[in-house]
């Protein structure tokens, strides 16, 4: 295998399994030297000598992230057992998924402090070092369709991810002049999350089975494995990504995908200004004629996907 990655030295947080485990091995498998994060112990052993196995180099941190203590932690692990910081994936997260009524403040508040938070206090300790002991380095923020799309239940998870992307862009600008690349992957992929839904269980049973999951899901849907998904992080991270910067790219599956940056639907102007008045008559049915979707809808599943009727 191709180590173009070799001598680089990567931190990717929530690792120890499912997409977080796939990204860290897929860097460590193309030469990069891997910090293993999770807030389990044994699951995060378990990564590390399943890297090691490979014939790869890991070690772990086992810490929550979302503080600065944890984020310093991190780097200072990175620089202490490989001698140096070259990648960060912020991969970390949790979820508390409630519709607004039933969600409490500390259900909104945790999955912030995981996700935003903690890719904010990773970014920043790794660029400051990035910036002071001149590496061009890669940050690689981990979104979701959530956070594009919207979706029933995860105010808390649809903001944060939402925010990432916002802060990916704002530091693709700050960054530029150092050489350091931020990008956002959005995953399409089966998780622990994905698992529990009926629409996806075909191929979920196809992939625990060892076989291909249906071209409809691949394809048609661009959902696939995490394998699927950990190529574009190492793409991201090596030199033949130097000059990408502050994009957001979806993939799962056969499928992968650049997402537009919000940018105006329709634009219209009127002299002197827009009154209650003139947007009821002259903008209303504008409006209603182009209201963006909200939500992912997904196809009906073919007859043969269908599960059977029960007896």
Known sequence: MVQELSGRVAIVTGSGRGLGLAYAREL??????????????????????????????????VAPVGTSEVAKQLVATAVAEFGRLDILVTNAGVLRDKSILKMTDDDFDTVIAVHLRGTFTCAREAYGYFKENGVAGRIIAIG????????????????????????????????????????????????????????????????????????????????GTADDVAGLVSYLASDAAADVNGQVIGIGGDRVQIYTHPEAAVTAYRDGGWSVESLTDEFGDILRENQQSIGEEFPPLPAELQPAPSV
């Open 28 to 61: 460590a498998r193309r030469g990069a030297s891997v910090v293993i994060n999770d807030v389990d112990a044994e699951v995060a052993d378990a990564a590390v000598s399943a890297i090691v196995d490979e014939g790869g180099s890991a070690v772990a941190v």
């Open 144 to 223: 979701s369709p959530t956070g594009q799309r919207g979706n029933f239940g995860q105010t808390n998870y649809a903001a944060a991810k939402a925010g990432i992307v916002g802060m990916v862009r704002t530091w693709a600008l700050e960054m530029k002049k150092s050489g350091t690349t931020v990008n956002a992957v959005v995953p399409v992929a089966a998780t622990a999350m994905t698992r529990t839904v009926p629409y996806f269980k075909p191929a979920i049973d196809a992939d625990d089975a060892g076989q291909p999951m249906p071209d409809f899901y691949r394809k048609d849907l661009g959902f």
